[in-house]
């Protein structure tokens, strides 16, 4: 009998542990959203982390203010190439997976850490603007669900530092230390 017991402890151990469910080992795509479009790659890196790499292009606006009362303020919006590096922790991995709710293709609930250089040169040269490169480090809260096999939807938000790179002979007068929000919804394929 106790050898019964051992086995059968064993076996459940056994199988507990085989249906544990994990990232993918390798995911890569495209994703378009309201401020942005860019590709991806992400690579496990232990059961629940996965490691992002980004390239992509932003939205950006910038204000030209006048001190002039009789001239208005002029608002320019511009394209910016941006490269980000993002460790995410998929934590609902597992929750999902208890309530039989899709995983496929890291389908779940993440937390994660977004460092991310913005260039500073523009998409379509235009003279009257002159953007600065920044660096942003932004804590993330969000979700990614897959749909119709290879498509996927992510919502996330998060609110972090951005360190704007910039000389002072080129004649800008921006602050170096920025607070950066960020808050996207984004739809997208896995290849």
């Known amino acids: 009998m106790k050898n019964f017991i051992v086995i059968s402890f064993v076996l459940i151990s056994f199988l507990s542990k085989a249906q544990e469910v994990s990232v993918e080992k390798k995911l890569y795509g495209a994703q378009l959203g309201l401020v942005s479009s860019s590709f991806y790659y992400e ?11 980004e ?8 204000t030209v203010e006048s001190n002039d009362p009789a ?18 922790w998929y934590f609902g991995l597992d ?19 977004n460092t991310s250089f913005i260039s500073g040169k523009t998409l379509f040269e235009n ?14 809260y969000g979700m990614r669900r897959v749909f119709a096999k290879n498509f996927n939807y992510e919502f996330f938000t998060g609110v972090g ?18 607070v950066a929000i960020d808050l996207q919804i984004r739809i997208g394929y896995d290849f």
């Open 127 to 140: 003279n009257n603007l002159n953007p600065v490169s920044a660096v942003t480090i932004i804590p993330k």
């Open 55 to 62: 390239v992509g292009l932003a939205l950006m606006g910038t």
């Open 161 to 178: 530092y951005q360190y704007n790179i910039f000389s002072s002979e080129k004649g800008c007068n921006c602050n170096h230390n920025e």
């Open 43 to 53: 690579t496990k890196l232990q059961r629940k982390i996965a490691l992002r790499t």
């Open 95 to 113: 929750r999902r997976n208890r309530l039989k709710r899709n995983t496929y293709n890291n389908s779940s609930d993440f937390i994660s850490l």
């Open 71 to 88: 001239i208005k303020d002029k608002t320019d919006y511009f394209f910016l190439p941006y490269l980000s590096l993002e460790p995410r």
